[in-house]
């Protein structure tokens, strides 16, 4: 296997290959990494695992950053295997490429292939050896904000669904963050008042879909709040869930 620093991906059929021939450490985690994920974030996988549709791609990351913890997810997008490790505490992932260069036809069909403990550690970790190359650190949010918009998931994150009314809590134009068409003028309207889902998926060149799309995008970028006692709140196509706010308040 390439060392985990190499910045060529892996083809699928490889990439699998490895996998069936009983290689179970890939060669973009070392050897001496912990070799279990926390029991937190396992729990929570294998309650994804047991769901009907199996682990989806956005609600594995919103896993990781629900419960701060570092994983390293293979996802296989097109033809190759793109070994992307989150720092959700850090806010920056590590991979040998940017997902900004994966194509926005390919995340429609992303798919996570595996989950492992993490093999290498965030910049300025003590365990300096286990740095990557600084060039392979990536700032986290844009890639939740691709992966919430253009992937394969089309509703609403559990958790951020049932009876509820949504804002934008930062004009998101203003701080990069780009969406196409109407879901960029419905994440600007949201800043601007508390609706609910029915009503975002109302509005011009919307859709039940799109709206979803665009409060998990906010929601994993810690730009989402959700209250459930506003007058605006209303039952959301029967998702379920409780109160809950982004998972922090975005930086200045």
């Not at 998931?153 to 963050?177: D, K, M, N, P």
Request: charged residues 20%; aromatic residues 8%.
């Amino acid at each position: 296997m390439r060392d985990f620093e190499d910045s060529t991906l892996w083809r699928i059929s490889a990439f699998e290959r490895m996998r069936n021939e009983g290689n179970t450490s890939s060669g973009f985690a070392r050897e001496d990494r912990t070799t279990v994920l926390p029991s937190t974030l396992l729990a929570d996988l294998d309650r994804l695992d047991a769901d009907l549709t199996g682990r989806d791609v956005l609600e594995v990351l919103a896993a990781c950053l629900r419960h701060q913890e570092s994983a390293l997810l293979y996802l296989a997008h097109e033809e190759l295997v793109w070994p992307v490790t989150l720092f959700p505490a850090q806010s920056v992932y590590h991979c040998p490429r940017d997902m900004d260069d994966a194509s926005t036809k390919g995340l429609a069909h992303l798919r996570l292939v595996d989950v492992e403990p993490p093999g290498v550690r965030p910049p300025g970790h003590w365990m300096h050896e286990r740095i990557g190359h600084a060039e392979h650190y990536h700032p986290l949010t844009p890639l939740l904000w691709r992966v919430a918009l253009y992937g394969p998931r089309s509703v609403l994150l559990s958790e951020i669904g049932g009876t509820a009314a949504y804002r934008a809590l930062v004009s998101v134009a203003s701080h990069g963050l780009i969406a196409p068409g109407a879901m960029g003028s419905a994440a600007e309207r949201l800043h601007r008042e508390s609706v609910s889902m029915r009503e975002v998926a109302g509005w011009p060149g919307m859709s039940i879909e799109r709206a979803s799309r665009v409060l998990n995008a906010l929601y994993l970028a810690s730009s989402l709040m959700v209250t459930r006692t506003h007058p605006a709140a209303r039952h959301q196509f029967g998702l379920g869930g409780g109160f809950s706010f982004g998972f922090r308040k975005p930086r200045r």
